[in-house]
């Protein structure tokens, strides 16, 4: 168990000629609730699981992730679907997995799918990891699909720990920021206001409003934390309605500089999913549908949708594309070219790569621009805090000159 469990974990070293004895396992895929013989063999020797015991951990996406290639190098490697799902029962510590697994392994052995077992689980396992093991059960190929969805993952949590990364400088930047300000409000101007009152000047009208913002966020701190914790909700509350998710999908790519970054990220991610699907054999309108529901963004997943409902009339994916606002023409063009040759798939492919690629580059540009823009930001915003506070001091000076 300790060799397997070392297979497992690394991930590598596949070997593509072990194919045909996962499609072995596989053949039980045939019918719906048919029982194949590797099936049968694993219900007379696989003991039961031991139930679980504790609390439930939430499963995150690593979880899948490790999850799908422990799971891939087994089958791949010749080892019996339900023997695959119990070694990694055993492997884990993962409350919420382990459970998960056990359901697995108890619908499998009981002649379910295992593309019917994981829909089970939908909050679990995507559309896409679903459709991929259907596919796999008709060609007899789950090792090389497993591994094909646990890239497929890895990428995407790449792509958003990226783009995550990116927001994190100008979020704690603009942090700081308010944090500042917010000292200065509280603790500074009073004391200045003593010595402008003293002097009997007539304040200048930035200076004032200064003033006035420091006198209610000292005396009337509480309706001021009241009306933001109001303004947070009540956005919270308006972005989880489809209108308010819309709104949000439309600033995201609308934003100037990181407006780009986003439509590269949803663009990357639609054409890598829609890549996977058109070379594991799924059917085109399975695609496009599954396609739509990982876009990410209300607009992107408006061209998906647009587009399966075009394929029902007989158009072509390019002709759709090309009309699109929101995709760039030379993907259009080489979508076209795919389409004219026959080798969608391969070109798919290269599409999703060129995508990936140009997001890469899109977020070290927007990182290496955010930098400079958020200390200029800062500055003015400090800056002009001094100068409002200086102008009084001038305006002093030259009352007691005369």
């Given at each position: ?59 995150k996406r690593d979880d899948i992730i490790f999850f799908a290639n422990q799971l891939a190098v087994m089958v791949d490697t010749g080892v019996p679907l339900t023997d695959a799902l119990n070694a990694i029962y055993e492997q884990t510590d993962h ?217 029902k009339e007989g158009s072509t994916l390019a002709e759709h594309l090309r009309t699109s606002p929101v995709i760039p023409s030379t993907v259009a063009q080489m979508v076209f070219s795919g389409e004219r040759t026959g080798k969608l798939g391969l ?56």
């Amino acid at each position: 168990m300790s060799q397997m469990s070392y297979t497992a974990g690394s991930g590598h070293g596949r070997n593509e000629s072990s194919a045909s004895k996962a499609a072995g396992q596989s053949t039980r895929a045939g019918a719906p609730g048919q029982v194949g013989p590797a099936l049968q063999m694993a219900e007379e020797t696989v003991a039961p699981l031991a139930p679980v015991v504790g609390p439930r951990k939430k499963i995150k996406r690593d979880d899948i992730i490790f999850f799908a290639n422990q799971l891939a190098v087994m089958v791949d490697t010749g080892v019996p679907l339900t023997d695959a799902l119990n070694a990694i029962y055993e492997q884990t510590d993962h409350t919420g997995l382990k459970a998960v697994i056990a359901d697995l392994s108890e619908q499998v052995q009981g002649g379910v799918e295992f593309s019917a077992a994981l829909s089970r689980h939908p909050r679990i396992f995507s559309g896409l990891f679903i459709s991929l093991m259907r596919a796999s059960e008709a060609s007899g190929t789950m090792g090389k699909m497993l591994q094909r969805v646990s890239d497929y993952m890895k990428s995407d949590r790449d792509t958003r720990r990226q783009i995550k990364g990116a927001m994190v400088y100008p979020g704690c930047m603009l942090a700081f920021c308010v944090i500042v300000v917010t000292c200065i409000l509280v603790f500074v101007l009073p004391r200045f206001e003593k010595i402008y009152a003293g002097k009997g000047a007539a304040l200048p009208t930035p200076t004032r409003i200064l003033m006035i913002a420091s006198k209610c966020l000292v005396s009337y701190w509480y309706l001021v934390l009241i009306a933001l914790g109001g303004l947070i909700a009540g956005i919270y509350w308006y972005v989880r309605t489809p209108s308010g998710k819309k709104t949000l999908d439309k600033v995201r790519i609308s934003l100037p500089i990181i407006g780009g970054m986003y439509r590269k990220a949803y663009l990357a991610r639609s054409m890598r999913t829609m890549a996977t699907m058109v070379t594991s054999g799924v059917s085109m309108l399975d695609g496009l549908a599954i396609t739509s529901s990982v876009a990410g963004n209300h607009y992107y997943a408006a061209v998906w949708t647009g587009l399966a409902e075009k394929v029902k009339e007989g158009s072509t994916l390019a002709e759709h594309l090309r009309t699109s606002p929101v995709i760039p023409s030379t993907v259009a063009q080489m979508v076209f070219s795919g389409e004219r040759t026959g080798k969608l798939g391969l070109v798919m492919n290269r599409i999703a790569e060129y995508c990936e690629d140009d997001l890469k580059t899109s977020i070290k540009a927007v990182t290496s621009m955010i930098e400079p823009i958020m200390i200029i930001v800062m500055g003015m915003v400090i800056g002009g805090i001094a100068m409002a506070l200086l102008l009084p001091v001038f305006n002093i000076s030259k009352i007691m000159a005369k």
